[in-house]
């Protein structure tokens, strides 16, 4: 496991060439995600957060400790496959550092290969994974201290690490017996000023724009992404797709012109010619999993537009082995993100 965190720092990483030089490890630009655990009014864990991780981890099953098995940490989700707790480590400060893999069991190798019978075009074909290898099809990295919630997400989103973290707690150790759900909510929820909001009766999804060449268009769905640039917060082309746009007439026009994708997406809930308001816990349930600062909200007299939210949720660079990312060293950008929410006094 990783020494101890509190001696850190965030120097590249290295590796070493056939002839003994040092070659710096290539990077991969990455956002840093602050979500705080929602205790609400009936919280699933007495406990902080990362001290109810760190005690599943130390909870034997027949005799032996979650954290000494892998299996007994694979957790079976019915919509996402499996998902894992892999990288672990719990500092001396109270810190717990995570690695979370997901995997589909039924999933195979897609490839596009030359065929041997004809050179005209190229074979789609599935290849069969190995019997002791997975597909990696999401990861994410977290820290977690006290009830805040740091966190790199690649392909693995805050509600499948919502469902893990209550089936590690609830369902494997047995922790809490409690059929409160674990939220984990971002910054706009926990601003003073939304406690004058108590009613939202709009809500506006607003990406900021996007040009031809950051769109993700080629991306399948049933793999891991290996992009190497910076995402968009908000897939707006998955979006136009949903609503039957022809989204190929779009990338054309896209390329054609040199010019950007805009969206302005109004969300409100009507009764006859009335407006719903949503309240308290609804409206963070609705929107806890939507990128903070692509959100505009508005509510009785008041309007908190995503300008204000940008201060917790940052790019960084981090080292990456081909297109994974090195998991020390995402833990060290994780690290140095969490001290300087503490020196902000943002966090403790």
């Not at 290969?113 to 789609?124: C, H, I, K, T, Y």
């Not at 150790?173 to 004058?196: C, M, W, Y």
């Amino acid at each position: 496991m990783a020494s101890e965190t509190s001696g850190w720092t965030t120097p590249p990483c290295f590796a070493h060439g056939s002839g003994g030089e040092t070659i710096k490890m290539p990077s991969k630009r990455v956002r840093v995600h602050y979500r705080h655990y929602h205790r609400g009014s009936a919280p699933c864990i007495v406990a902080s957060l990362a001290q109810a991780v760190s005690a599943a981890l130390s909870h034997e099953v027949e005799g032996v400790q979650l954290d000494a098995d892998v299996q007994l940490r694979t957790y079976t989700d019915p919509d996402f496959g499996s998902v894992i707790l892999n990288g672990r480590f719990r500092a001396a400060n109270g810190d717990v550092y995570g690695e979370l893999v997901r995997f589909d069991p039924e999933t195979n190798i897609p490839l596009l290969m030359q065929s041997s019978a004809s050179r005209d075009e190229l074979e789609v074909r599935e290849l069969v994974k190995p019997n002791d290898a997975e597909v990696l099809r999401g990861m994410s990295f977290f820290l977690l201290r006290a009830d805040h919630v740091i966190v790199i997400e690649q392909d693995l989103s805050n509600s499948i690490m919502e469902r893990y973290l209550r089936w590690l707690i609830v369902t494997q150790t047995g922790l809490s017996h409690s059929n409160a759900r674990i939220q984990l909510i971002p910054k706009v929820f926990l601003t003073d000023e939304l406690d004058q909001m108590p009613n939202v009766r709009m809500i506006r999804l607003k990406p900021g724009p996007v040009r031809a060449d950051e769109l993700d268009l080629g991306r399948s769905a049933a793999s891991f992404s290996g992009s190497l640039e910076s995402e968009p917060a908000t897939d707006v082309l998955s979006i136009l797709k949903a609503a039957h746009f022809d989204t190929a007439v779009i990338e054309r026009l896209l390329r054609d012109n040199g010019s950007s994708l805009e969206m302005n997406l109004t969300v409100s809930l009507k009764a006859g010619r009335s407006t719903l308001r949503i309240t308290g816990d609804d409206a963070i349930s609705l929107l806890r999993n939507v990128p903070e600062d692509d959100l505009v909200l508005i509510g009785d007299g008041v309007r908190r537009n995503r300008g204000v939210y940008e201060h917790l949720s940052g790019q960084v660079d981090v080292e990456r082995r081909g297109n994974i990312l090195d998991r020390k060293a995402a833990w060290r950008a994780l690290s140095e993100a969490a001290r300087s929410y503490r020196d902000a006094g943002l966090i403790e």
